[in-house]
């Protein structure tokens, strides 16, 4: 509060009685706002009224005190404590307030922690440290907090010797984070948030209806919030077989509308009447694509406004026929979904299409893969060029279902075209990117497409891995190379040459990652051993699993081989082996089995027992356990043995992997780089299995 105009000339007539009276008037009652007090106080000593100013400040303080006002207490020392006191007092005063004001908290512990009990005469170090324990003291046990990149938890232990908290995060167990991150990577939830009652009272949330729900997640979240991170917020509250129903229900709340500025977000305002303008507002100032979604979502929620919103879209289409037929095209089949009948029909799609001399345009419009679907429909309603359409569109297209459509027309009437389609694909995959993973995807089940194109798709799915213009497809294009995708079952249609080149193209692919290719290179030498280089290094395991590889084996060769072996007399009975799909599935199991064998029986005689009993732990080895500890503190414990007992998950790693090479041969209390991180080693002992 600024010092009134009344109070500063007050000051200059040098009227202090009145001064006084005043001031004591606004102590009763204990007041909240201090900003009054503050400038009067500072004004007094200003004018030489240096004495009053403390006698008066005692008397305010007297009042806090008495209402055990504490935080305003602390805010009137921040501000004005060294007018009241001396600096040494000013510390001691401090101390005393945040003991009334944490008398319920480890107060003791946190005073020591920041050291707010040592340096006091320096106020501005002792304030720093008041707001490092403000930060701590709000993280009590059993507090529920927000962790950054983790979810909700709730503190289950404040340790001061390792100046740390242990919170036990919903899904993922104990986190540990030290007392100078909290302040960044914690939020302390009030208990009637929503994610403090998902954790306190779960079944308080269960009883509430959908729109309740949403209502009460997006007020207390305060921001326009995404259906995923709805989903997020209230998981386990909501079943997640039951979200889809449960989020049509929730969004048909009226004061639950979409935000203006975050696309596909949501938000509560606070009455119906404040709905409706909100949602016109946010409409008039969009784009047209975010029109059409208000006109989708808010369709069932004011037939008024749904009205008023389908007129402004029509007018829209019909001025957009030209320039967007895309838009027009959409606009169209918006309105007739939402019951907005359009006022004349001379802009109805059919009409589009039949008059346009090039379809692409209309298609490159279409967002949707429903409105492209629905364009292709009338295409072969009312084009005699359906199929030139349908090649063209072939290297646009990104929706698979949508290319299997148009490849299965062309295949069946315009077979030469559609071929020559395919070679201008591989040719230049960035130029028709969905096509092109497409084409990749049916290889792996499409006999004929694998074994005319084997060799050449192989090298290309490698190179496009990295291909920025394919950055949008590099999931599905790690997919084609893993475990069961097109790569692996490209290798029976290669010759030994061809298996040697697709060899070297896998060694210099460098946008796939390095497991990927490490299981991709096995495939290829299971499939062709020749090109595997001859290798004698031991492999060191634990006797159980040493046990178990031999069980596999023997399983392997006296069960599943000649259950494979039967299955295949089985299928040759069947008749013509040349479009017998049983029969060539189970060589393809028999390859398989035989191969994976052999790769087993190569590991069991280079396979050497492992006993951590009898590890020497002063370094870091194969069979030791070895304590990690970071800048945050947190610690970590790894436990090295050999590839077949890899689980990180369980922080076993594999003597094999890049972190154990970096952890082999070192000692307690060096240092290590993993992950861009450092860590010290803490310990290093053997392993008590």
């Given at each position: 509060?600024?010092?009134?105009?009344?109070?500063?000339?007050?000051?200059?007539?040098?009227?202090?009685?009145?001064?006084?009276?005043?001031?004591?008037?606004?102590?009763?009652?204990?007041?909240?706002?201090?900003?009054?007090?503050?400038?009067?106080?500072?004004?007094?000593?200003?004018?030489?009224?240096?004495?009053?100013?403390?006698?008066?400040?005692?008397?305010?303080?007297?009042?806090?005190?008495?209402?055990?006002?504490?935080?305003?207490?602390?805010?009137?020392?921040?501000?004005?404590?060294?007018?009241?006191?001396?600096?040494?007092?000013?510390?001691?005063?401090?101390?005393?307030?945040?003991?009334?004001?944490?008398?319920?908290?480890?107060?003791?512990?946190?005073?020591?922690?920041?050291?707010?009990?040592?340096?006091?005469?320096?106020?501005?170090?002792?304030?720093?440290?008041?707001?490092?324990?403000?930060?701590?003291?709000?993280?009590?046990?059993?507090?529920?907090?927000?962790?950054?990149?983790?979810?909700?938890?709730?503190?289950?232990?404040?340790?001061?010797?390792?100046?740390?908290?242990?919170?036990?995060?919903?899904?993922?167990?104990?986190?540990?984070?030290?007392?100078?991150?909290?302040?960044?990577?914690?939020?302390?939830?009030?208990?009637?948030?929503?994610?403090?009652?998902?954790?306190?009272?779960?079944?308080?949330?269960?009883?509430?209806?959908?729109?309740?729900?949403?209502?009460?997640?997006?007020?207390?979240?305060?921001?326009?919030?995404?259906?995923?991170?709805?989903?997020?917020?209230?998981?386990?509250?909501?079943?997640?077989?039951?979200?889809?129903?449960?989020?049509?229900?929730?969004?048909?709340?009226?004061?639950?509308?979409?935000?203006?500025?975050?696309?596909?977000?949501?938000?509560?305002?606070?009455?119906?009447?404040?709905?409706?303008?909100?949602?016109?507002?946010?409409?008039?100032?969009?784009?047209?694509?975010?029109?059409?979604?208000?006109?989708?979502?808010?369709?069932?929620?004011?037939?008024?406004?749904?009205?008023?919103?389908?007129?402004?879209?029509?007018?829209?289409?019909?001025?957009?026929?030209?320039?967007?037929?895309?838009?027009?095209?959409?606009?169209?089949?918006?309105?007739?979904?939402?019951?907005?009948?359009?006022?004349?029909?001379?802009?109805?799609?059919?009409?589009?299409?039949?008059?346009?001399?090039?379809?692409?345009?209309?298609?490159?419009?279409?967002?949707?893969?429903?409105?492209?679907?629905?364009?292709?429909?009338?295409?072969?309603?009312?084009?005699?060029?359906?199929?030139?359409?349908?090649?063209?569109?072939?290297?646009?297209?990104?929706?698979?279902?949508?290319?299997?459509?148009?490849?299965?027309?062309?295949?069946?009437?315009?077979?030469?075209?559609?071929r020559r389609s395919v070679g201008r694909c591989l040719a230049q995959p960035g130029r028709a990117g969905g096509f092109f993973v497409w084409l990749a995807e049916q290889a792996a089940s499409d006999?004929?497409?694998?074994?005319?194109?084997?060799?050449?798709?192989?090298?290309?799915?490698?190179?496009?891995?990295?291909?920025?213009?394919?950055?949008?497809?590099?999931?599905?294009?790690?997919?084609?190379?893993?475990?069961?995708?097109?790569?692996?079952?490209?290798?029976?249609?290669?010759?030994?040459?061809?298996?040697?080149?697709?060899?070297?193209?896998?060694?210099?692919?460098?946008?796939?990652?390095?497991?990927?290719?490490?299981?991709?290179?096995?495939?290829?030498?299971?499939?062709?051993?020749?090109?595997?280089?001859?290798?004698?290094?031991?492999?060191?395991?634990?006797?159980?699993?040493?046990?178990?590889?031999?069980?596999?084996?023997?399983?392997?060769?006296?069960?599943?081989?000649?259950?494979?072996?039967?299955?295949?007399?089985?299928?040759?009975?069947?008749?013509?082996?040349?479009?017998?799909?049983?029969?060539?599935?189970?060589?393809?199991?028999?390859?398989?089995?035989?191969?994976?064998?052999t790769e087993l029986d190569q590991d069991l005689s280079r396979s050497f027992p492992l006993d951590p009993s009898t590890i020497d732990a002063s370094e870091i080895r194969i069979g030791t356990q070895?304590?990690?500890?970071?800048?945050d503190n947190v610690e970590k414990r790894l436990r090295i043995l050999g590839p077949w007992e890899s689980a990180p998950e369980d922080d076993i790693v594999s003597y094999e992997s890049d972190v154990?090479?970096?952890?082999?041969?070192?000692?307690?209390?060096?240092?290590?780089?993993?992950?861009?991180?450092?860590?010290?080693?803490?310990?290093?002992?053997?392993?008590?299995?």
């Amino acid at each position: 509060m600024v010092l009134s105009r009344n109070t500063r000339q007050l000051i200059e007539k040098q009227d202090f009685d009145a001064v006084e009276s005043e001031w004591l008037e606004k102590i009763d009652p204990a007041p909240k706002d201090i900003g009054y007090f503050v400038s009067a106080a500072r004004a007094l000593v200003g004018a030489g009224q240096t004495e009053l100013a403390k006698m008066l400040l005692d008397l305010l303080d007297e009042q806090l005190c008495d209402t055990a006002s504490w935080e305003v207490r602390l805010r009137l020392l921040k501000r004005a404590g060294t007018i009241q006191h001396p600096t040494a007092k000013v510390h001691a005063t401090i101390l005393e307030t945040l003991r009334s004001l944490y008398r319920e908290s480890d107060i003791e512990q946190l005073i020591e922690t920041v050291a707010l009990d040592r340096g006091t005469n320096e106020l501005d170090k002792t304030w720093d440290k008041v707001g490092r324990l403000q930060s701590l003291v709000r993280f009590g046990k059993g507090v529920v907090v927000y962790m950054v990149g983790k979810g909700v938890g709730r503190v289950e232990e404040v340790n001061h010797a390792l100046e740390s908290f242990k919170i036990n995060v919903e899904g993922k167990g104990a986190v540990r984070v030290g007392f100078r991150a909290a302040g960044k990577m914690l939020e302390a939830l009030p208990e009637e948030h929503i994610l403090a009652r998902k954790v306190n009272d779960p079944e308080s949330l269960a009883s509430l209806g959908p729109t309740d729900l949403l209502g009460q997640t997006l007020r207390d979240f305060d921001r326009p919030m995404t259906a995923t991170e709805v989903r997020d917020a209230l998981h386990g509250v909501v079943a997640t077989a039951k979200w889809n129903s449960w989020w049509t229900a929730a969004r048909k709340h009226p004061q639950i509308v979409a935000s203006p500025t975050v696309r596909h977000a949501y938000r509560w305002v606070e009455s119906s009447e404040d709905a409706r303008g909100a949602i016109w507002r946010t409409f008039e100032n969009s784009t047209p694509q975010v029109k059409l979604d208000l006109l989708r979502r808010s369709s069932s929620h004011d037939a008024k406004l749904r009205e008023r919103m389908g007129r402004a879209l029509e007018r829209l289409a019909r001025d957009s026929r030209s320039s967007d037929p895309g838009l027009a095209f959409e606009i169209w089949y918006a309105m007739e979904k939402t019951g907005v009948e359009p006022e004349k029909d001379d802009w109805h799609p059919r009409l589009q299409i039949e008059s346009m001399t090039d379809p692409l345009r209309l298609l490159s419009g279409l967002d949707g893969k429903a409105s492209r679907e629905r364009a292709y429909d009338l295409f072969c309603e009312v084009r005699s060029d359906t199929l030139d359409i349908f090649n063209r569109a072939l290297m646009s297209e990104t929706d698979p279902r949508l290319l299997s459509r148009l490849a299965g027309v062309l295949k069946k009437d315009a077979a030469e075209d559609y071929r020559r389609s395919v070679g201008r694909c591989l040719a230049q995959p960035g130029r028709a990117g969905g096509f092109f993973v497409w084409l990749a995807e049916q290889a792996a089940s499409d006999e004929a497409l694998a074994e005319r194109l084997a060799a050449r798709l192989f090298k290309k799915v490698l190179a496009a891995v990295s291909n920025e213009e394919l950055s949008r497809y590099r999931s599905r294009m790690l997919k084609l190379c893993d475990s069961g995708g097109t790569l692996p079952r490209l290798l029976p249609y290669l010759s030994s040459e061809q298996a040697a080149d697709a060899e070297q193209a896998l060694l210099r692919a460098a946008g796939l990652p390095r497991d990927l290719k490490e299981r991709l290179l096995n495939a290829i030498h299971m499939k062709f051993p020749e090109l595997r280089e001859p290798t004698e290094s031991p492999l060191y395991a634990l006797e159980s699993s040493i046990r178990n590889k031999r069980e596999e084996l023997r399983r392997i060769l006296e069960e599943e081989i000649p259950k494979n072996r039967r299955a295949i007399e089985e299928a040759r009975a069947m008749g013509d082996l040349r479009e017998n799909f049983e029969y060539k599935s189970a060589r393809q199991r028999h390859e398989y089995l035989t191969a994976l064998a052999t790769e087993l029986d190569q590991d069991l005689s280079r396979s050497f027992p492992l006993d951590p009993s009898t590890i020497d732990a002063s370094e870091i080895r194969i069979g030791t356990q070895v304590e990690l500890v970071g800048d945050d503190n947190v610690e970590k414990r790894l436990r090295i043995l050999g590839p077949w007992e890899s689980a990180p998950e369980d922080d076993i790693v594999s003597y094999e992997s890049d972190v154990a090479k970096v952890l082999l041969g070192k000692r307690e209390g060096d240092e290590v780089v993993i992950n861009n991180k450092t860590l010290r080693i803490s310990s290093v002992s053997g392993i008590d299995l």
